[in-house]
């Protein structure tokens, strides 16, 4: 069964720091870009940010509202994803999911087609 | 970044009813649009990717049509199971940005 399950969501202060982690299981984990998506309570759907597969050097892609404190990583040896974040805000506050993206076989233009059952990112004082 | 704008926010219909709904791109997206469905505490499951292609286990009473910056959403015949809010996202480039959802409720 193809699956991602997303942990480290938890309360923390603004300012603070949390790293969130997606273990994949069922697919070819390192073929994929894989992507953070996020939602906060009783909103839409915003897209966080973006790694690609060893192909594409593993390049990062990030939303300018959190570029420059969040980055994306993958330890493909884990099947894992990871998202650190830096100097949260309040505005932070979401549910956090893991995404599959493409690979070559579907071509990198693809959806989302795969998610987490998401972890939540409470940043409050 | 490109804008998507979704109509109607919020649509009452009844099972068996016939339900369209609509995604704006505020510019050509080509067909790289992709509409997703979700139900309260449950993450969005993809639906329709490539505007007109259905996902995999995806009911038929669904589909997806449109290119350019004209997309829509129909279902044929809805279903107990459908009500939920209903989001459509661009992936052309980055960000790849979601509309702002349609809320599919009960009349």
């Known amino acids: 069964e193809v699956q991602l399950v997303e942990s480290g969501g938890s309360l923390v202060q603004p300012g603070g720091s949390l790293r969130l982690s997606c273990v994949a299981s069922g697919f070819t984990f390192s073929d994929h870009y894989m992507d953070w998506v996020r939602q906060a309570p009783g909103k839409g759907l915003e897209w966080v940010g973006r790694s690609r597969n060893k192909a594409n050097s593993y390049s990062p892609e990030y939303a300018a509202s959190v570029k420059g404190r969040f980055t994306v990583s993958r330890d493909d040896s884990k099947n894992s994803l990871y998202l650190q974040m830096n100097s949260l805000k309040t505005e932070d506050t979401a549910v956090y999911y893991c995404t599959r993206g493409g690979s070559v076989t579907t071509g990198y233009w693809y959806p989302m087609d795969v998610w987490g059952q998401g972890t939540t990112v409470t940043v409050s004082s | 970044d490109i804008q998507m704008t979704q109509s109607p926010s919020t649509l009452s219909a009844s099972v068996g009813d016939r339900v369209t709904i609509t995604c704006r791109a505020s510019?050509?997206?080509?067909?790289?649009l992709a509409w997703y469905q979700q139900k309260p505490g449950k993450a969005p499951k993809l639906l329709i990717y490539k505007a007109s292609t259905l996902e995999s286990g995806v009911p038929s009473g669904f589909s997806g049509s449109g290119s350019g910056t004209e997309f829509t959403l129909t279902i044929s015949s809805l279903q107990p199971d459908d009500f939920a809010t209903y989001y459509c996202q661009h992936y052309l480039n980055y960000p790849p940005t979601f509309g702002g959802g349609t809320k599919v409720e009960i009349k």
């Open positions: 510019q050509s997206i080509s067909s790289w």
